[in-house]
């Protein structure tokens, strides 16, 4: 399996793709629609139209992952983004997520500090 460092940035695609895509798909989607490296070993998160599936494409230093998962009642509440290609989210967003919780109703507490890794 791959791990979630806390350098690594998961990046969630605004518009919905066609879950047909595989590794070649993806990865063209991560250069040229989000305009990131699909070598940076961050992950990167997808859905249908539906918001009944998702993917995820990663790489670990060795290869790449793609990772699916099918819904079989229910949607995945997306996050919602306007006038972006995508949206970047914690590995504890992540983990709400792909466990059905709606991320609108998740807040985090305002005298919470947390240093972006990417900074």
Request: charged share 40%; glycine share 12%.
């Given at each position: 399996m791959f791990g979630l460092g806390p350098a690594t940035r998961i990046y969630v695609a605004a518009e919905a793709v066609d879950m047909r895509k595989?590794?070649?798909g993806l990865y063209?989607?991560?250069?040229?629609?989000?305009?990131?490296?699909?070598?940076?070993?961050?992950?990167f998160l997808f859905t249908n139209r539906t918001h009944t599936r998702l993917k995820a494409l990663v790489w670990d230093g060795s290869g790449l992952w793609v990772c699916a998962k099918?819904?079989?009642?229910?949607r995945f509440r997306w996050p919602e983004a306007k006038d972006v290609r995508s949206v970047s989210m914690?590995?504890?967003?992540l983990a709400m997520l792909i466990n059905g919780m709606d991320l609108r109703?998740?807040?985090p507490?305002?005298?919470?500090?947390?240093?972006?890794p990417a900074a």
């Open positions: 595989g590794f070649e063209g989607l991560v250069r040229e629609q989000l305009g990131q490296d699909p070598l940076s070993g961050h992950l099918r819904l079989e009642r229910g914690r590995p504890e967003e109703q998740a807040r507490r305002s005298n919470w500090y947390r240093r972006d």
